[in-house]
C-alpha cells in the first residue's frame, strides 16, 4: 500500500512533456512492426518475407538518419516494387497507437475504458 500511495503522488504532481514522449515512443523504428503487417495485409506478402523487406527498409532509413515515416517512397520502392503512398498511413506513432486495438492494447479507447474502470475501483 505504501508503494501505491506513493506512486499516487508521484502521478500527481507529474507534468507530462508530450512532445518528448511522442519523440521518444517513435524511436527506435518502433512503428517497423506497423511496416510489416502492412506488407502482410495490403501486398498478401507471407510474414516471413514482409518481416526481411521490413528489415532491409529500417537499414535503408537508419543508414539515410531518418525514421520509416520520413524515409522517401522511392527508396521504399527500391527494396519491394509494390509498396504505394498508402504505406505512411500506418507508419506515425499515432497511427500505431490508435491500430491496437485488441485487449490491453494501446488504442485511446481501451486505455479510457481502463482508466475508468480502474478510476472506479480505487475510487
Known amino acids: 500500500m505504501l508503494c501505491v500511495a506513493a506512486m499516487a503522488g508521484m502521478v500527481a504532481d507529474l507534468t507530462p512533456d508530450t512532445a518528448r514522449m511522442k519523440a521518444a515512443a517513435g524511436a527506435g523504428y518502433a512503428t517497423a512492426t506497423d511496416l510489416a503487417d502492412w506488407l502482410v495485409r495490403t501486398l498478401k506478402m507471407p510474414f516471413r518475407d514482409a518481416h526481411h523487406v521490413t528489415g532491409r527498409i529500417v537499414a535503408a532509413a537508419e543508414a539515410a538518419g531518418l525514421p520509416l515515416e520520413k524515409l522517401p517512397l522511392d527508396r521504399m520502392q527500391g527494396i519491394e516494387p509494390r509498396i ?21 492494447g494501446t488504442a485511446p479507447k481501451n486505455v479510457a475504458r481502463e482508466a475508468k474502470k480502474w478510476l472506479k475501483r480505487l475510487g
Open 84 to 104: 504505394t503512398r498508402a504505406v505512411f498511413e500506418v507508419l506515425s506513432v499515432e497511427r500505431s497507437v490508435e491500430s491496437r486495438v485488441s485487449y490491453g
